[in-house]
């Protein structure tokens, strides 16, 4: 595994860093603005529960450093100071090489001293274990060669959900009436989940779904589009059809701009926590990265392929 994750690309070793954290349960994860380096960094909470049951929320910086060359103290300190000055808890650095000595020693003196945020380090014997503790993740990322279940009887299942699924909209379609929320949900989703599998065992790896024409870029319900499709249609499929199911929602408009979408109008505060968590996993079937604003769920394409 160590050397396939040192093969990846800046950009999909950033990725790759991104969604093993989703796995492991990090939540409210975004991008933030590229550095000095022009590497992307992440932010995001972890909630944790004491022994009275209280639970508690941290705040984590993470640094994803794909060097060839060890991490030495001075990257972490400048990476340190600009996670101290915006309150986070924990700094989290993630390389596909290893740490200094000097680093390592240094940042076992601030963490003895109490000091905030924490230094945690994964270099690549440490990202490993915990990319084996994600399954989803590294059978996304060809880390892995397939998942626990066995593939072909799996995809036939599917695949068979899906195409009834299809035939029951078409008669649906036909008969002038239209299918249940929940119906239309779980045909995007059999899709979404058979495609990507097919991908990973055709090729090797997951890829991005980005056709034209009219049919592909039908949503649930009556929801409208504006713009050429640039970002994955079958994750993005579901996405809407769950969106209309959780909040009721008979009509809205997806908006496509370079590799972005946003769709409209979600009241955010109808959607709860484990609601979001579900739109976030899907999103990660397409690798994409989620945001929400007042009445809007955007969507960022990242890029992904291997």
């Given at each position: 595994m160590k050397t396939k994750i040192k093969a990846l690309s800046p950009t999909q070793f950033e990725n790759l860093v991104f969604d093993t954290l989703h796995e492991k349960?990090?939540?409210?994860?975004?991008?933030?603005?590229?550095?000095?380096?022009?590497?992307?960094?992440?932010?995001?909470?972890?909630?944790?529960?004491?022994?009275?049951?209280?639970?508690?929320?941290?705040?984590?910086?993470?640094?994803?450093?794909?060097?060839?060359?060890?991490?030495?103290?001075?990257?972490?300190?400048?990476?340190?100071?600009?996670?101290?000055?915006?309150?986070?808890?924990?700094?989290?650095?993630?390389?596909?090489?290893?740490?200094?000595?000097?680093?390592?020693?240094?940042?076992?003196?601030?963490?003895?001293?109490?000091?905030?945020?924490?230094?945690?380090?994964?270099?690549?014997?440490?990202?490993?274990?915990?990319?084996?503790?994600?399954?989803n993740t590294a059978y996304k990322y060809g880390l892995e060669r397939s998942l626990s279940i066995s593939a072909l009887p799996f995809l036939t299942i599917i695949k068979e959900i899906a195409k009834q699924l299809a035939i029951s909209e078409s008669k649906a379609i036909f008969n002038d009436r239209g299918l249940?929320?929940?119906?239309?949900?779980?045909?995007?989703?059999?899709?979404?989940?058979?495609?990507?599998?097919?991908?990973?065992?055709?090729q090797g790896y997951f890829s991005s779904y980005f056709h034209f024409n009219k049919d592909d870029v039908m949503f649930s319900g009556n929801y409208t589009h504006s713009g050429n499709p640039s970002v994955d249609l079958l994750s993005l499929r579901a996405i809407v059809a769950y969106i209309a199911l959780c909040v009721g929602m008979e009509n809205g408009t997806v908006n496509f701009h370079e590799k972005k979408a946003e769709i409209r109008p979600v009241p955010f505060f109808e959607l709860s926590t484990l609601q979001r968590q579900i739109i976030e996993s899907i999103a990660s079937w397409g690798n994409l990265s989620i945001s929400y604003d007042v009445g809007i769920i955007g969507v960022d394409q990242q890029d992904w392929q291997l």
């Open positions: 349960g990090m939540v409210n994860l975004i991008w933030r603005t590229p550095g000095a380096d022009g590497g992307r960094d992440i932010e995001g909470t972890f909630s944790t529960l004491d022994i009275s049951g209280y639970s508690s929320i941290q705040k984590w910086y993470v640094e994803c450093k794909r060097y060839k060359a060890s991490v030495d103290w001075p990257t972490i300190r400048e990476k340190l100071a600009y996670a101290e000055n915006h309150d986070a808890d924990y700094l989290l650095m993630t390389t596909s090489s290893t740490y200094s000595p000097n680093a390592i020693s240094e940042t076992e003196r601030w963490n003895s001293k109490g000091r905030r945020p924490q230094i945690r380090l994964w270099p690549i014997s440490q990202l490993e274990i915990e990319i084996k503790s994600c399954p249940e929320k929940e119906t239309l949900l779980a045909k995007e989703m059999a899709w979404l989940v058979y495609s990507r599998i097919s991908q990973k065992e055709e």
